[in-house]
């Protein structure tokens, strides 16, 4: 009787899981059914430019804030302090939706 009971309740806890979990795809499909591809670029910085400045124009597109977006450039170009120079190249990332 115990284990019969336990299997209904397994099953039954399984059953809600998918169905949550099929709920919740079905909602990101519905989003506008677009999914953001994450693109890899070099640019070479201008005089003038900073990480906050470069950080402005491109964090937007991946719905991070302007410091979050800092940290990750910072981290994919290697770099221990904030500061850049003219004439070097930078890898910043994008996003672009795609249906």
């Known amino acids: 009787m115990r284990k019969t009971l336990f299997l ?16 919740l795809n079905s909602k990101a499909e519905e989003s506008g059914g677009q999914k953001a591809v994450i693109y890899y670029k070099s640019i070479e910085i201008q005089a003038g430019d900073s990480l906050w400045t470069i950080a402005q124009e491109y964090a937007p597109c991946l ?16 770099l221990k302090k904030d500061v850049i120079h003219a004439g070097k190249h930078l890898t910043v990332m994008y996003s672009v939706r795609e249906e």
């Open 8 to 23: 209904i309740i397994l099953i039954f806890v399984l059953g809600i899981g998918l169905c949550g979990l099929s709920l």
């Open 63 to 78: 719905g991070m804030t302007t410091k979050e977006y800092i940290k990750v450039l910072k981290q994919i170009n290697h």
